[in-house]
Structure formats: C-alpha cells, structure tokens
C-alpha cells in the first residue's frame, strides 16, 4: 500500500510541475520574439531629432482597419529608394514604404526601409 501511495504522489508532483512549466511556454515564446515582420504603408512621420530616429507608418490591414507601426531607426539599418541607399531624413510623410521590424521588450526595431 505504501508504494501505491508513493508513486501516485510521486505522478501527482511531476504533473503539477509539467503544467507549471507548460503554462510559461507562451511567455517564454514572447519573450524570444525575433521573427522579423515587414509592413507596406503611408509614412506618417519621421523623427530625426530623437535618439534613437524614429519612424512611424500607417498600415491599412486587409480587415481595412488601420494599425499604427512605430520603429526605431538604428545607425546600420539599410535605406533604399529604388536601388539607391539614401539616408532617414531622405524619407517624407505620403509616402509608401516596405518597413522591415523586430519586436523585442522595449518596442519595435527597424530592420529595413524601402521607399516605394
């Protein structure tokens, strides 16, 4: 009887901790976020003046509903208009752009821009 006892206290314990740590799966996953995501939209504003530079796009979704994506604009992330590199204050607020970013705990990265 004691043995019984034991082993079905001892199954009890190791399905409480696999359901303790099954429940921390979904943070641990947003946590390690690192898929890079790219948006189209209309530029609303570009912020030269801040450090870290700062863009922000406006993103009509197929639902047709809009979604605001603001991303920080390190010193290494690549510019482009058509095939030529250009530099963040090149790009103004109406035009359309492919912003590429990474979600991390502080934000959104920008990874790439390209102005259509």
Known sequence: MK??????????MIVGLLGFFGS????????????ARTVQG???AVNTQSTPNV???????????EM???????????ITSGKQAIKLDGVTPG??????????DK?????????R
């Open 95 to 104: 035009q359309t752009v492919s912003l590429t970013y990474v979600k991390h």
């Open 3 to 12: 043995t019984g006892k034991t082993t079905l206290a001892r199954t009890l």
């Open 68 to 78: 605001i994506v603001g991303a920080t604009v390190g010193s290494g992330v690549a």
């Open 107 to 115: 934000g959104l990265d920008a990874r790439s821009i390209q102005v």
């Open 24 to 35: 921390l799966a979904p943070w641990s996953a947003a946590e390690a976020d690192t898929a």
């Open 42 to 44: 209309k530029v609303i």
């Open 55 to 65: 863009i922000v796009v406006k993103v009509i979704l197929p639902t047709k509903k």
